[in-house]
Nanobody
Framework: QVQLVESGGGLVQAGGSLRLSCAAS????????MAWFRQVPGKEREFVAAIRWSGDIYYTDSVKGRFTISRDNVKSTVNLQMNSLKPEDTALYYC??????????????????WGQGTQVTVSS
């Protein structure tokens, strides 16, 4: 069992940066694949970025070169550094975890543990 708590969301102008953090309690994040998803009202939750238990990293195409996911196994946190933010990045961002696996990282249904979400709003 793992509990996830996100922080770091807020309001920022286009072109600005935010750093999201996900604190995991109960188990160390090194035992899990960790991911960030986001959701806009009326739309499905979509994959943003993930880091596999082995350290492999994946991004959705729209954030490549702008977002960076990282993991601190000692602090049991997963971070998402978001640079060059665009209005279309506005969403509720969720941290998620699943047991270590070698399967595709972007499938929402495979994640068992979820945080409550943190709002990111990018103004134009």
């Amino acid at each position: 069992q793992v509990q996830l708590v996100e922080s770091g969301g807020g309001l920022v102008q286009a072109g600005g940066s935010l750093r999201l953090s996900c604190a995991a309690s109960g188990r160390t994040v090194s035992l899990y694949d960790m991911a960030w998803f986001r959701q806009v009202p009326g739309k499905e939750r979509e994959f943003v970025a993930a880091i596999r238990w082995s350290g492999d990293i994946y991004y959705t195409d729209s954030v490549k070169g702008r977002f960076t996911i990282s993991r601190d196994n000692v602090k049991s946190t997963v971070n998402l550094q978001m640079n060059s933010l665009k209005p279309e990045d506005t969403a509720l961002y969720y941290c998620a975890a699943r047991g270590a696996s070698n399967s595709y990282l972007g499938r929402l249904s495979e994640y068992k543990y979820w945080g409550q979400g943190t709002q990111v709003t990018v103004s134009s």
